[in-house]
T-cell receptor
């Protein structure tokens, strides 16, 4: 059973608008969440993270929101730029645990000019 | 720093062949891991290591062996390749387990098993 779900395989957004990528999780032991960005033929790169003690974290154009009661997080990109076109992975972990990251399937974000 | 390097970039194997995917990092990171990514799937953890001489299984370890004789290197071995192992393999490293914000991924190895 998938513990981290990204239900939108792709998302198309106009340049300059807001991109919202969603992620749901089922494991209540997860307490740390990350977003990664991946370009074709490259490895994923870390984008932004959030701890379960927070409900929002901002870094420039990127903001991650966490709703613990709904087990839902979202990544907002404002404004969207052409270079943001990539696959975005949501990942989760338990900081006190021994395992690594559990990833969602990814959302392919396409920024239209 | 070269970061995390992986060789080869591409490989085609026949069923039953063996091979080793190489991974090296020059950042003196203690924690290293191997993931596989299949079409339409997220990355899944195969094996990880918290330091030289210590390895452990991840979510999908069957068919793969690892060893960690040095801090720098973390090779992944396929002893008898199967078509189900066709995938893109990513190696990653971070200074310590839990330093997820500072986890660096290699560029990947695309493996096809015929």
């Amino acid at each position: 059973d998938q513990q981290v779900k990204q239900n939108s395989p792709s998302l198309s957004v106009q340049e300059g608008r807001i991109s919202i990528l969603n992620c749901d999780y089922t494991n209540s032991m997860f307490d740390y969440f990350l977003w990664y960005k991946k370009y074709p033929a490259e490895g994923p790169t870390f984008l932004i993270s959030i701890s379960s003690i927070k409900d929002k974290n901002e870094d420039g154009r990127f903001t991650v929101f966490l709703n613990k009661s709904a087990k839902h997080l979202s990544l907002h990109i404002v404004p969207s730029q052409p270079g943001d076109s990539a696959v975005y992975f949501c990942a989760a972990t338990s900081l006190g645990g021994a395992d690594g990251l559990t990833f969602g399937k990814g959302t392919h974000l396409i920024i239209q000019p | 720093n070269a970061g995390v390097t992986q060789t080869p970039k591409f490989q085609v194997l026949k069923t039953g062949q063996s091979m080793t995917l190489q991974c090296a990092q020059d950042m003196n990171h203690e924690y290293m891991s191997w993931y596989r990514q299949d079409p339409g799937m997220g990355l899944r953890l195969i094996h990880y290591s918290v330091g030289a001489g210590i390895t452990d299984q991840g979510e999908v370890p069957n068919g793969y062996n690892v060893s960690r004789s040095t801090t720098e290197d973390f090779p992944l071995r396929l002893l008898s390749a199967a078509p189900s192992q066709t995938s893109v393999y990513f190696c990653a490293s971070n200074l310590h387990q839990g330093d997820w914000n500072e986890q660096f991924f290699g560029p990947g190895t695309r493996l096809t098993v015929l």
